[in-house]
């Protein structure tokens, strides 16, 4: 070997963003004038610089290189020792290569960026923000969320509470906020809320939005109730009012009474009243005979109201059918025509369009395996022949988005549904693998257009009463 070598030191630290240095000194011991080039190698090469990048020497003469090692503040630049080496290759003797080592330690930072999606949520009876949380230091980031508002005026339902994130990673939280009081009538309200995350040692980081609560019934309705109520009463007046007339013709009867009654008085001709009492006997005899020969036309109007309805509890319209939701007005859709494992079921508006694929098939998989012997069913898309399904398997929990998947129909997998008939029209969608929670959707003007599965509640309290329209 034709070289000595020596590294000074032989460890540093250096902070992500900044910069830490150390010396190579090396001698020519050999008998030839070298020239020798430096290239770094490792896991810290692409952050290493070598100044300058190659040094000539005489036989016995010494030279000097410095190392610099510059890692950036980004997750790239794991936190923790790293080796590193440089090659040293002489151009004379390129056999004679070496590699000299030493180490180099990045320290951790901690930096996180968060945000709310949307920023302002819209709904009367709940708002569905996501909050997407970005590790952007070189440390595992471990925290926990939580909400609040300065009036308490919200409930918070987040799933995950608590997240644990590598770098460079993110993880969304979905969030489910609740008025505590619901607003009947009035102008909608604008509650500031925040979402904090909290960490072992910091101050929380806290990402401020905004729910609009809106009135069960607003104004225009309110508008529009006010006249249906006065219309309504002028009509019940002028109804009565036209009645009067009708009462006094009913005031004939009496003169038939006084017919009767004639025989009663003292008779002046006995002998010229006898027909008198003939004809009223006759008259009396024809009255019940009249509605006998009504009774034949009457009587035919029977006929028998029956059938085709299923008697399995199910809706008679099963095969291509608009499902439709009663609340918002829009139907159970695809967001494109890709058949795909997992891709979301979404509202829209209705369109019953063979082209479309808003059509979907109840196909029945157990007549009574449901509760109180409630026939089980997939709930089929014409279109791509996949189910709506939940992720996994099993139950899954309340907002849970529903998607779609090849179809299995079996008790194992939790695409199997029962329906609960709440009118005449009006059905409850349940899953059976998840707790017989309904099928839900958002409020039509909700930017998360997704179908999600939600505890069954009141009407007045949801939006999972369903409709199955024939195509």
């Known amino acids: 070997m034709s070289i000595w070598t020596s590294l000074e030191p032989s460890s540093a630290t250096v902070d992500p963003g900044s910069t830490a240095s150390v010396r190579l000194r ?5 008998d030839v004038v070298d020239e020798y080039r430096f290239v770094p190698v490792g896991d810290i090469a692409p952050y290493t610089t070598v100044e300058p990048a190659s040094v000539r020497l005489y036989p016995g003469t010494t030279g000097t290189v410095e190392l610099t090692f510059a890692p950036p503040r980004t997750p790239d630049a794991a936190a923790g020792p790293h080796p590193f080496g440089v090659q040293v290759v002489p151009t004379e003797h390129p056999e004679a290569t070496t590699v ?22 819209k709904g009367r009876f709940r708002g569905r923000p996501k909050l997407a949380v970005d590790n952007l230091g070189n440390t595992k980031l471990t925290a926990s969320i939580a909400g609040g508002d300065r009036s308490d005026e919200l409930s918070y339902d987040l799933r995950p ?25 009035g102008t909608k ?27 069960v019934f607003p104004y225009w309705l309110m508008t529009l109730l006010g006249l249906l109520l006065a219309l309504t009463i002028t009509g019940l007046i002028l109804w009565f009012t036209y009645q009067a007339p009708v009462n006094s013709l009913a005031q ?17 001709q006995p002998t010229q009243q006898a027909p ?4 009223t006997q006759e008259q ?46 829009t139907c159970a859709d695809l967001p494109t025509f890709e058949a795909k494992d997992g891709g979301p079921v979404h509202q829209s508006n209705c369109n019953n369009s063979p082209d479309d694929n808003q059509l979907w098939t109840l196909d029945k998989k157990f007549d009574h395996g449901g509760p109180n012997g409630a026939a089980l069913f997939t709930i089929r898309n014409v279109k791509d022949n996949l189910c709506m399904d939940l992720p996994g398997k099993g139950g899954a929990p309340a907002a849970t988005r529903v998607d779609e998947w090849r179809c299995d129909g079996s008790k194992d997998d939790n695409q199997l549904w029962w329906v609960e008939k709440r009118t005449e029209n009006r059905w409850w969608i349940h899953n059976f693998a998840s707790g017989n929670m309904c099928l839900d959707s958002q409020d039509r003007d909700n930017d998360d257009r997704n179908l999600s599965v939600w505890h069954c509640q009141a009407e007045d309290q949801n939006n999972h009463q369903w409709l199955f329209t024939p195509h």
Do not use: C
């Open 276 to 279: 008198t009492p003939e004809k």
């Open 100 to 121: 000299i080592e030493g180490n180099v330690t990045v320290t951790p930072f901690t930096e996180i960026r968060a945000e709310l999606v949307p920023h302002t949520v």
């Open 189 to 215: 309200q604008q509650r500031p809320y925040s979402l904090a995350i909290r960490r072992s040692g910091s101050e929380p980081t806290a990402v401020d939005g905004t729910y609009v609560q809106r009135s």
């Open 252 to 268: 004939e009867k009496p003169s038939d009474d006084a017919g009767v009654a004639l025989p009663k008085e003292p008779p002046a």
């Open 284 to 329: 009396q005899t024809q009255a019940p005979q009249q509605p006998a020969d009504d009774k034949p036309a009457g009587g035919g109007g029977g006929g028998g109201g029956g059938g085709g309805a299923p008697d399995d509890g199910m809706p008679a319209n099963r095969t291509k059918i608009l499902i439709k939701n009663f609340t918002n007005g």
């Open 161 to 185: 509470a608590n997240v644990q994130i590598e770098p460079g990673r993110a993880a969304f939280v979905d969030a489910v906020l609740k008025p505590r009081q619901i607003t009947w009538a």
């Open 26 to 30: 090396l001698r020519n011991t050999g």
